[in-house]
């Protein structure tokens, strides 16, 4: 369809780049080039002027580097997605444009295919957060089918549920793993996807370690089919989620890159109602990329004030890589009475609500530790169970809701 061609904008200093990116998209059909730019300065203001649906941007150009004009762009068209183009392959430049809220990341020069699909992934993005864009004007006046919740259909797609936390030791992996749990049933089979590859705890958590782990999945996850992933995935029992585990040693997590990452995250999606992914507080590419593919994201404070300034930020940061607001559940675990800052505070604080709240219980957190026993399994009416149950139910409520809203924006199209 005409209407759905891929519009992209190129921004590069070198003459040669530019041509040789042209000449590998025109026989693209879904794939239109717009414009050139030769600086940053100049791609931020044809960004602007031409509203294409993907820049593929340089990083090192006279006046704006792209990292910079990246950022701009994002903030003034939240619905254009960039595409980094770049010599270095510098882990540290993707990171910062990832944060900088790239969509995606290529070394050059690129294969054609590599930057085709890129082009192509963008693209989808793009179109669906122009339609978000497009429901949101048009919500106020039309009167949609405005069943209760749940009377949309919800999509076939497996969702991914991020839980993060921006402060180490605040009870990231604990909340994972009994959410999951909480999340699981027939219906709705959820596996659980350890995302701090170098020092994840998931296996510890549930007493399965040293049986097998992402590296015999990462590697060949472009050849993967659903009996291959159900033979390596960790089956526990005692609750019956499926788990991904983390490498044995800190130092193999570095064979994983963001993209096969992805992929598995992905391919879970299609085997899975819920793909629950533990991380670390260090915002890795691998974390960066989760939180980038996810459906809702978990983030988790306590009522320390470390903990509630690094939210601040990182509330911030996800605004910055084009994460809406309703696709973060804001928890706050270890939550203790005795302690005046209460959870209204730290909601009308940082503006965000927190949706909910898990009480301090060391005993039995502790002793589930390291018995490896969640407990979610067998202390679950109790108040740091109830807490996990509250949580779980935030986070499917915001799933309907949201699929909700793309099933409206759908339908009237
Ligand atoms: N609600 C709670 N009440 C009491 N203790 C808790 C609670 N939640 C977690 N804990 C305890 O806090 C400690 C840290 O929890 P956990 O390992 O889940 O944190 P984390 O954020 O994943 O840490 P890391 O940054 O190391 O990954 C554990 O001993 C856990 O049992
Ligand atoms: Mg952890």
Do not use: W
């Not at 793909?275 to 960066?288: E, F, K, Q």
Request: aromatic share 4%; proline share 4%.
């Amino acid at each position: 369809m005409a209407a759905d061609k891929i519009r992209v904008l190129i921004v590069d200093d070198i003459a040669e780049t530019r041509e040789n990116v042209r000449k590998l998209l025109q026989f693209e059909v879904d794939v239109e080039v717009v414009g050139t730019a030769r600086t940053g300065k100049e791609g931020i203001q044809l960004a602007q002027e031409m509203n294409p649906d993907v820049v593929l941007m340089d990083i090192n150009m006279p006046d704006i580097d792209g990292i910079t004009a990246t950022e701009n762009i994002r903030r003034n068209s939240p619905h254009i997605q960039v595409v980094i183009l770049s010599v270095q392959g510098d882990q540290n430049y993707m990171r910062r444009a990832m944060l900088a809220g790239a969509r995606d990341f290529l070394t050059k020069p690129p294969m054609g295919d590599e930057l085709i699909s890129a082009i192509k992934r963008a693209g989808e993005m793009a179109h669906t957060e122009r339609e978000k864009g497009a429901k949101q004007q048009m919500v106020m006046s039309a009167a949609v089918g405005a069943s209760p919740m749940g009377g949309f259909m919800p999509s076939t797609h497996g969702k991914i549920i991020v839980v993060y936390s921006p402060k180490g030791g605040t009870g990231c992996t604990t909340i994972a793993v009994n959410l999951a749990i909480a999340l699981h049933n027939e219906d709705t089979r959820t596996v659980l996807i350890d995302g701090n590859l170098q020092f994840g705890d998931v296996a510890i958590f549930v007493n399965e370690q040293g049986k097998n782990t992402v590296l015999d999945i990462a590697p060949r996850v472009d050849d993967l089919d659903s009996e291959i992933v159900d033979e390596i995935l960790i089956k526990h029992e005692a609750s019956g989620i499926r788990i991904l585990a983390a490498p044995q040693r800190p130092e193999m997590a570095e064979k994983i890159s963001a993209e096969q990452f992805m992929k598995v995250l992905q391919f879970m999606q299609r085997m899975y109602s819920y793909v629950v992914v533990d991380t670390s507080c260090i915002l890795t590419d691998v974390i960066l990329s989760a939180i980038d593919l996810s459906d809702v994201v978990v983030l988790v404070t306590t009522q320390e004030i470390p903990a509630i300034k690094n939210s601040r930020l990182i509330l911030d940061l996800l605004n910055t890589m084009g994460i809406s607001k309703d696709r973060i559940v804001f928890a706050m675990n270890r939550f203790d009475k005795r302690i005046a800052i209460t959870p209204e505070r730290v909601s009308d604080n940082l503006k965000h609500e927190l949706t909910a709240v898990i009480p301090l219980d060391e005993k039995i957190a502790i002793t589930a530790v390291n018995r490896g026993i969640p407990f979610m399994l067998d202390n679950k009416s109790q108040p740091i169970g109830k807490g996990i149950f509250a949580l779980a139910e935030a986070v499917r409520a915001r799933i309907i809701a949201l699929d909700g809203e793309n099933e409206a924006s759908t339908a009237r199209r």
